[in-house]
Each structure stands twice: as structure tokens, then as C-alpha cells.
């Protein structure tokens, strides 16, 4: 072998120099990573409360939502109790003017109350004489003939009646002696009116049916004449005295 093909061997200065950098290389990259690391857990620990407090906010708005559907629910529920109290007020409200109106028209009807208004006149009269007639009591008016009109005038809804000025109650009797008719006591002779306040049109074509009182009063030889009345006045019984 050559002496000039010796191997060169490493100087020991340069490999000095290696380890160091190594060294140095290492520790900047330990340095490095311990920063960061410092860095991030300083950040996550700075923005901690901010996250805390997001969570607690977000708590608090789901709490307050489920809170406005209760009241929601509740606000809906007292409404629909107040829609039924308004109904039943409504549906009693009706009832209590409609028992006002029967009370005012039992008065009425008792002559309780004095009574006044639009209506009708039926004057029954006594039938002239025939003397080929075996018996005269065919041609004069009775009781029963009045009650016929009263009757009818009634199921019509005549509001109140009187005959020949004489309001009549309910429990008003009505006889007849010969020519004349006892109301309540009171004589009163032919031709015998009959007033009734009340819806002029129903009175009359309650009376006019066919076949009805009109025609059953003709046929038993009863003169019997009408007319309207825009005003007819009644006095109460206690009135009458």
C-alpha cells in the first residue's frame, strides 16, 4: 500500500463543533414546544370564562323559552275559560230577556200591568128576530160564543182583552142571563165588544180561517163585525177599582 493513499481521519475540532449544534438544535426545539405548549394552555385558560359564561347564557335562554311555552300554554287555556264564561253569560243573558218578556206578558194577561198598543175590535150583536123561529134564544149572543172569540184571540197571542171597557183576568168568569152577560160581576148588555192589544194581522186571520169562529158564529145567527184599532187602551185592574 501507498503512503499517500493514508485515510484522513476526522479533526476533533470539527466533531466538537457537531455535538454542539446537535445539542444546541435539540435544546431550541425543547425551548420551543415548552413555549407553545405555555402558550396554548394560557389562552385556553384566558378564554375560560368567556366559554363559561356563554354556556351559562345558553342555559338561561332554553330555561326562559320553556317558560314562555308554559305561559303560552296557560294564557291559551284562560282564554278558552273566558270564551266559555262569555258564552254562558250570553246564553243566560238571552234566557233572563226572554223570562222578562213572558213576565210582562203574564201581567198582561192577569191585567196586572195597564196595557196599551195596536189591535183589534170584535162587537158581537144580537141577530134580528125571526118569528117563524121556534125558539128566540137562537138570536142572541151567549156566553159560549164570547168564549169562542176569547179563546181564539188567546191562542193567537192577544197580549190583553177587555169586554166593553172591562179588562179581564185570568181567572175572569163570564155568565150570561138572558139579553144581558155578567163579567166579574158587572152586567153589561148587547152589543158586546171585545178589544184585544196584539199583533193586529195574526188576531184577525185567526179569527177568519175557514170554518173557523167567524164562520161557526154566522151559522149560529150571531152578528159579528171588526175592525183595527192602532190604539187601544187598558187600565189595570187595580185601576178599575
Not at 148588555?189 to 161557526?216: H, M, N, R, Y
Amino acid at each position: 500500500m501507498n503512503n499517500n493513499q493514508r485515510t484522513k481521519k476526522p479533526s476533533p475540532f470539527t466533531r466538537k463543533y457537531m455535538i454542539i449544534l446537535t445539542v444546541c438544535i435539540i435544546t431550541g426545539f425543547i425551548i420551543g414546544f415548552s413555549y407553545n405548549s405555555s402558550k396554548d394552555k394560557r389562552t385556553l385558560s384566558s378564554a375560560s370564562p368567556y366559554y363559561e359564561q356563554e354556556n351559562q347564557y345558553r342555559e338561561e335562554l332554553i330555561v326562559q323559552q320553556e317558560r314562555n311555552k308554559e305561559l303560552t300554554d296557560e294564557l291559551a287555556e284562560l282564554e278558552k275559560k273566558i270564551r266559555g264564561y262569555e258564552k254562558e253569560y250570553s246564553s243566560n243573558e238571552v234566557q233572563y230577556e226572554r223570562n222578562i218578556k213572558e213576565a210582562q206578558q203574564l201581567r198582561l194577561l192577569l191585567g196586572i200591568d195597564s196595557g196599551e198598543g195596536k189591535g183589534i175590535k170584535v162587537t158581537l150583536q144580537d141577530a134580528d128576530y125571526n118569528p117563524a123561529s121556534t125558539n128566540p134564544n137562537d138570536y142572541i149572543v151567549h156566553e159560549s160564543h164570547i168564549f169562542k172569540v176569547l179563546n181564539e184571540l188567546k191562542i193567537a197571542g192577544a197580549e190583553a182583552i177587555a169586554i166593553n171597557g172591562q179588562r179581564l183576568k185570568m181567572n175572569s168568569y163570564i155568565s150570561c142571563n138572558g139579553p144581558v152577560i155578567t163579567v166579574d160581576g158587572k152586567q153589561y148588555p148587547a152589543p158586546f165588544v171585545i178589544e184585544a192589544v196584539g199583533k193586529q194581522d195574526i188576531l184577525l186571520s185567526a179569527l177568519e180561517l175557514t170554518g173557523g169562529v167567524f164562520d161557526q158564529l154566522l151559522n149560529e145567527h150571531v152578528v159579528v163585525t171588526f175592525e183595527k184599532s192602532e190604539l187601544i187602551q187598558m187600565q189595570s185592574i187595580n185601576e178599575e177599582g
